[in-house]
């Protein structure tokens, strides 16, 4: 039997969004920039997608750009707001438990001399609102948290910390890390005071290589990338139809009988965290039930290094994350766990399982007897 328990890092792609690119490179293969015919059907294709996704946000279709993905997205949002907006201020304040995509386009503008200011969470993942508070100023022009931490699930209050920004600064912005949030939860940006929103194809059962931002017509934001002036000169570059197309699909598809969806994703996370607590020295990381993220489970084990483990899951067809895929090509300790206050021993020792609504129960029973098999094996090598 196969489980595939690794949502977070990719998704398996609709076959309906799969029949819409394919339509796209082989029959309406133009360029929608091309003033002729297959042009103008290409172009049509663009506007659909913006169509549908700005629905699905209960936005105006024109604050829709479409890009490579989620670190795109998030760097555009991140230095593009920040390069337009360094008149009106120099720092930005973001947390400690974010992905890459938003860590290292800080680091790149604290080198180009703006301030940042991470912000400590709590055991849960969440964080310190009195901290985000405290840390507003006058000279704050961009806060970028994300939705859903792709490692433990913990979930932000978006509305509060957009109250706290917009009492504290008025002028500052709020980006949104919506990578592991969008089609998990309903998101109203202009109700919930979010002003740029990222979302990645791959992770909604669309294509890879492909996403979107949401960017307030309010923003002030710079390009990153120039060239012919696509997407009115804010995203350059030959738009990827077929991706857009099957991002199109995904997005619409993800909030069709949604309800249900989440109803069996949380189903799911309830189930299994009650198996794995009843395993000898497995501990949950995260937020407790009913508050967390319906898809993820970040679990440590007792005296198993997480890299063992996952191959030794692996081997029986059971396909699983040591934290996040994006940088599992650089080891390292993860900077979510220790913000967390995952005890030392745990944090070589961690794994996060994640499901999509394609997720069987089945998948899961069969997970936790192949774990009731191999932890005892495992550790018991671990001490010889």
Do not use: W
């Amino acid at each position: 039997m196969e489980a595939y328990l690794d949502n977070s890092s990719t998704t398996k792609v609709y076959k309906e969004a799969v029949e819409k690119m394919q339509e796209a490179m082989e029959v309406e293969y133009g360029n929608p920039s091309s003033l002729h015919k297959k042009g103008v059907i290409a172009e049509e294709y663009v506007k659909e997608a913006k169509k549908v996704i700005a629905n699905t946000l209960k936005v105006q279709e024109k604050e829709i750009y479409f890009t490579s993905g989620g670190t795109e997205s998030n760097n555009l949002a991140i230095i593009g707001t920040a390069l337009a907006n360094k008149r009106a201020g120099m720092h930005i304040i973001t947390s400690s438990i974010e992905h890459p995509s938003v860590t290292n386009p800080m680091e790149y503008l604290k080198e180009q001399g703006f301030t940042i200011t991470y912000l400590p969470v709590d055991k849960k993942g969440c964080i310190l609102l009195d901290k985000l508070e405290e840390a507003m100023t006058e000279d704050t022009i961009l806060v970028s948290i994300m939705q859903v931490n792709n490692e433990i699930g913990s979930v932000q209050p978006l509305e509060e910390i957009s109250a706290i920004i917009k009492k504290k600064n008025p002028k500052a912005f709020f980006h949104v890390d919506g990578i592991q949030g969008y089609g998990k939860y309903v998101i109203r940006p202009k109700k919930m005071g979010i002003d740029l929103y990222s979302v990645s194809g791959h992770k909604i059962h669309g294509p890879k290589g492909v996403g979107f931002l949401y960017v307030n017509e309010k923003v002030k934001i710079k390009p990153i990338l120039f060239g012919g002036g696509q997407q009115k000169g804010l995203r350059s570059g030959t738009e990827n139809i077929p991706g857009i197309s099957g991002l199109c699909v995904a997005s619409k598809k993800a909030y069709e009988q949604f309800e249900s969806k989440i109803k069996h994703l949380y189903e799911l996370r309830e189930y299994f965290t009650e198996q794995l607590l009843q395993l000898e020295g497995v501990f949950i990381n995260g937020m407790e039930e009913g508050k967390g993220a319906p898809h993820i489970v970040s679990a440590s084990f007792d005296g198993v290094r997480s890299e063992v483990l996952l191959h030794s899951l692996e081997e029986r067809e059971i396909y699983v994350s040591a934290g996040s895929a994006c940088s599992s090509n650089k080891p390292s300790i993860s900077q979510t766990l220790t913000a967390i206050g995952v005890k030392k021993e745990h944090l070589d020792g961690t794994i996060r399982f994640s499901f999509s609504h394609l997720t069987t129960k089945e998948e899961l029973e069969y997970t936790i007897e192949v774990l009731k098999q191999l932890l005892p094996m495992l550790r018991k090598y671990r001490r010889m």
